[in-house]
């Protein structure tokens, strides 16, 4: 049986084009069409279609494995996509140049090493020159291009090489990408740190990216990010790169990441949240002694403004205690919606449930989602020491709205794992719970609690 999100998108496609969409229709008859119509907007929406066709009868694929024969032959996709590609040279707007690459890079066999002059086509498209440089991220053709350049077969990998020295910003900062994708880098790690100073932000931005998505060259990979991080235009990609390479670093070499992030925030007039995150990143990777000395340098940074470093701080738990304080007396002076944000923080900070238990209590049962949601998550970042709203939680289960239940399931299995009221609540809706959502969450979780543990 197909699936509902397989049925919807049957509906869907019906109802955004006059032609009838489905997956016995003729892609071959939309060709025809498409070469014959004239109006670019009308081929957009041709080749849409043909793109829904080709995704919706692999959406009927793997819901029924094997059972489903080809409804599209390799013929007839090896047509439109030759098709598409021919036209791809005349056509003049953004929006239909973005949409040919996407869907004839789904007709069209990946398997293949691109032929030298689909290569070249797919290369022109890296430049946004005969678009006026108008962008339209992220369907843009040159992002299209990208992302074909990056999956397919290594018949390009040297001309991507050689954009390396490209003139051309934007070909340059694609080598990167494209090249970072293929872990070409890992073996070639000289190429990339030489780009590490390029003039321009966005080719830096990428060579951060890259530098993250190494799995080699770790001390290298630092020693260029540290070289970068001086740089005002890069800090906040840089920062990124350096919180990443902290989750896989010693302590030694996450406490000399947190280091320069630290020497950074002292000069810096203005710290965005990008780079406060980084910080907070970082912090789990320390050692206590480290973590003591990280929270005193930041407590003079402490604002409701720098969420990011209030964060940071926090995570560090008791290690934080300088900066208990500071929590308490933003807790005690703050509104009700504040007291919400602030009140996982005092408890991470002061290791104090009953401080802030009533304030999550009170905040699940707002007819707010936004408030609600984020009540429930207070709960379940303290874990056992929410075991007094067991009770409360358990009667939530009878709630009419569905998305209240399901919440109040994630946060019983949470706070109180072994409890055999909450094992035996939630595998009764798991039998009769009227919406089918909060069955299959409700059994799957009833499944995983019973599950012996292992000696």
């Known amino acids: 049986m197909p699936s509902i999100r397989t049925a919807v998108c049957g509906l869907v496609l019906t109802f955004w084009f006059p032609i009838a969409c489905n997956a016995n229709a003729s892609v071959l008859d939309l060709l025809n069409q498409f070469t014959s119509e004239a109006d670019e907007l009308s081929k957009v929406a041709i080749v849409k279609q043909l793109d829904w066709i ?18 599209i032959s390799s013929q007839d996709r090896e047509q439109v996509a030759a098709v598409l590609l021919s036209e791809l040279e005349h056509a003049q707007s953004l929006e239909l140049v973005s949409q ?43 992002e299209r291009a990208v992302a074909i350049l990056s999956s397919c077969t290594a018949s390009v990998t040297k001309d ?43 080719v830096r931005s990428s060579v951060a990216r890259a530098l993250a998505a190494l799995k080699t060259n770790q001390n290298q990979a630092i020693r260029v990010a540290f070289s970068m991080l001086p ?40 710290v965005t949240y990008v780079y406060q995150d980084a910080i907070y990143k970082t912090m789990p990777r320390l050692s206590d002694k480290v973590q003591q000395a990280v929270v005193r340098k930041l407590i ?48 991470r900070v002061e290791g104090n449930a009953e401080r802030v238990l009533s304030v999550f209590l009170k905040a699940i049962e707002s007819p707010n989602t936004t408030t609600r949601y984020y009540g429930f998550k207070g709960l379940r970042t303290l874990g056992s020491d929410a075991m007094p709203a067991e009770r409360r939680l358990l009667e939530l289960l009878d709630h009419e709205k569905s998305t209240v239940v399901r919440q109040s399931i994630r946060t019983l299995v949470v706070i109180s794992v072994n409890s055999e009221s909450s094992i ?11 919406d089918p959502v909060v069955r299959k969450i409700a059994e799957k979780t009833s499944k995983s609690l019973l599950k012996p543990t292992s000696p």
């Not at 080709?54 to 409804?71: F, H, T, W």
């Not at 869907?103 to 890296?126: G, H, N, S």
Request: zero cysteines; hydrophobic letters at 40%.
């Open 160 to 202: 991507v090489v050689d954009l390396l020295s490209d003139p051309e910003i934007l070909h340059r900062d694609a080598a990167v990408k494209i090249l970072s994708a293929r872990g070409y880098f890992e073996d070639h790690f000289d190429a990339l740190a030489a780009m590490a100073n390029s003039p321009e932000q966005r």
């Open 300 to 347: 003079p940074h402490l604002s409701p403004q720098n969420h990011g470093i209030e964060r940071a701080v926090a995570i560090a738990g008791a290690n934080a205690k300088e900066a208990l304080p500071y929590f308490l007396e933003s807790f005690e002076n703050a509104s009700e919606v504040e007291k919400l944000k602030i009140a996982e923080n005092l408890w």
């Open 54 to 71: 080709l995704r919706l009868q692999m959406a009927e694929q793997r819901e029924a494995g094997n059972e489903v024969a080809e409804k």
């Open 100 to 142: 040919m690459m996407l869907t004839w890079w789904r007709y069209e066999d990946q398997t293949k090493e691109l032929a030298p002059e689909t290569a070249e086509i797919v290369f022109r498209m890296l430049s946004d020159v005969r678009h006026n440089g108008k962008r339209l991220s992220p369907t843009t053709p040159r």
């Open 231 to 270: 740089n005002e235009n890069s800090s906040d990609a840089v920062a990124t790169t350096l919180a990443t390479l902290a989750s896989r670093a010693t302590e030694t070499q996450a406490a000399s990441i947190q280091l320069a992030l630290l020497r950074k925030l002292d000069r810096a007039k203005y």
């Open 424 to 434: 035996k609540a939630i595998a009764e809706l798991a039998r009769s719970h009227s």
